[in-house]
């Protein structure tokens, strides 16, 4: 079994609408939880990241994490044509030696 | 703003050959990091280096080396390429107290026929 799951997608949805992409992990010793971008043909950026459990936003962006059900969420609002790109959950215990990377979702925002 | 650079974008090498895929960053960070791509798989660690000279075996470090001789530059070698190493390859940089945030450089795509 994985450490972290993640859909593939990809998903395709139009512009303006509410995107929400998940990951669900197995080991409960994670507790950063990080979100990244990865536009084609460029190297992932980080979006988000949350300590612990809890919801974080900022703009457009919300970041919630279950640490009881071993999920975590990612919302776009008003998604963007600009939005279009791979998303990668990531994680690491508190030592941070190691990321643990979701194989990441493909999201396309059509105009 | 943080650089993290790859030597090259694309590669093409033929099955024996040995590899050399060179990064280096220019914020002064403790931490360097080489991953693979693959589609489905996401990204893979195959070796990590917290100070200089010092390295880490990631998950999957079979086939691979490396090398950290400053600290600005972290080396990945392919000691003899095989097609299976056919993958994206990804260098990253992290400062040691804000470890929650990886930088990454742009990729290099490799080809081994």
């Known amino acids: 079994q994985k450490e972290v799951e993640q859909d593939p997608g990809p998903l395709s949805v139009p512009e303006g609408a509410i995107v929400s992409l998940n990951c669900t992990y197995s080991?409960?010793?994670?507790?950063?939880f990080m979100w990244y971008r990865q536009y084609s043909r460029k190297g992932p950026e980080l979006l988000m990241y949350?300590?612990?459990?809890g919801n974080k936003e900022d703009g457009r962006f919300t970041a919630q994490v279950d640490k009881s059900s071993k999920y975590i969420s990612l919302f776009i609002r008003d998604s963007q044509p600009s939005d279009s790109a791979t998303y990668l959950c990531?994680?690491?215990?508190?030592?941070?030696?190691?990321?643990?990377f979701g194989s990441g979702t493909k999201l396309n925002v059509k105009p | 703003d943080v650089k993290v650079t790859q030597s090259s974008r694309y590669l093409v090498k033929r099955t024996g050959e040995k590899v050399f895929l060179e990064c280096v960053q220019d914020?002064?960070?403790?931490?360097m990091f080489w991953y693979r791509q693959d589609p489905g798989l996401g990204l893979r660690l195959i070796y990590f280096?917290?100070?200089?000279?010092?390295?880490e075996k990631g998950d999957i470090p079979e086939g691979y080396s490396v090398s950290r001789e400053k600290k600005e530059r972290f080396s990945l070698i392919l000691e003899s390429a095989s097609t299976n190493q056919t993958s994206m390859y990804l260098c990253?940089?992290?400062?040691?107290?804000?470890?929650?945030?990886?930088?990454f450089g742009p990729g290099t795509r490799l080809t081994v026929t």
């Open positions: 280096s917290y100070d200089v000279k010092m390295k």
């Open positions: 914020m002064d960070h403790e931490n």
């Open positions: 990253a940089s992290s400062l040691e107290v804000v470890a929650y945030e990886q930088y």
């Open positions: 990531a994680m690491s215990p508190y030592n941070f030696n190691k990321f643990y």
């Open positions: 949350t300590y612990s459990s």
């Open positions: 080991n409960s010793a994670f507790q950063y």
